[in-house]
């Protein structure tokens, strides 16, 4: 079974506007961790922002926000007044465990393409 | 510097050759971790050091993959008998403690064997 669903092969939004990419887990264990990733085109993966799975509120960056819905293992990225510089890859991943080392299990991206 | 850095950023590959790639964490961190991604997919793990012990190589996905970090600072990933399917980006990701709240990650290493 998937670890990591993004079911949104590509989104398009208008710049300024506010846009929301889907992300789902499955996971048995109660210690968790929800990642987003920027990718664009140069490759390098851009960390935005972190969610534990005991965070009691959900996780803001600046324009991003985390919205984690834990009964439906739903954890998804809010970009608010998106700028032309969004249009990029973002990956939702799970980190498993504790706070010891757990490698990140990625899903398999949403494509953003933010439009004047 | 003040990223990680990898080199080289792209390689081409005789099939059968041998490639090393080399990833330089950002300064003083103890977590180092490799991914493979893969043209279209999300990356998946290979394998991660925690200075310079390497505690899991559970994603390598045969003994052609072959990674060390001898210094606990400075990694190689070695690839040997490079084969088709090995083509994808190679990227490293350093984290400043174990509890892994955050990786850096590089721009990558975009291998294609031919």
């Known amino acids: 079974a998937q670890k990591i669903t993004q079911t949104q092969p590509g989104m398009f939004v208008q710049e300024k506007e506010a846009v929301t990419l889907d992300c789902t887990y499955d996971?048995?264990?109660?210690?968790?961790?929800l990642f987003w990733y920027k990718q664009p085109s140069s490759g390098e993966m851009i960390f935005l922002i972190y969610q534990g799975s005991y965070d009691q509120q959900n996780a803001t960056e600046g324009r991003y926000s985390l919205n984690f819905q834990k009964a439906r293992k739903s954890a998804n990225l809010v970009i608010s007044a998106s700028q032309l510089g969004d249009s990029a890859m973002y990956f939702c991943a799970m980190r498993e465990g504790g706070t010891g080392f757990q490698k990140l299990v990625f899903g398999t991206g949403t494509r953003l393409l933010v439009s004047p | 510097g003040a990223g990680v850095s990898q080199s080289p950023r792209y390689k081409v590959a005789k099939r059968g050759q041998d490639v090393a790639l080399r990833c330089d964490p950002i300064s003083g961190h103890v977590s180092l971790f490799w991914y493979q991604q893969a043209l279209g997919q999300g990356p998946e793990f290979l394998t991660y050091?925690?200075?310079?012990?390497?505690?899991?190589k559970s994603g390598l996905p045969s003994d052609r993959f072959f990674a060390e970090r001898p210094e606990g600072s400075v990694s190689t990933l070695k690839i040997q008998r490079t084969q088709q399917e090995d083509s994808a980006v190679y990227l490293c990701?350093?984290?400043?403690?174990?509890?892994?709240?955050?990786?850096?990650f590089g721009q990558g290493t975009r291998l294609t064997v031919v």
């Open positions: 050091f925690q200075n310079e012990a390497q505690l899991d």
């Open positions: 990701a350093s984290s400043p403690s174990v509890k892994n709240t955050e990786a850096f």
């Open positions: 996971t048995s264990d109660p210690s968790y961790g």
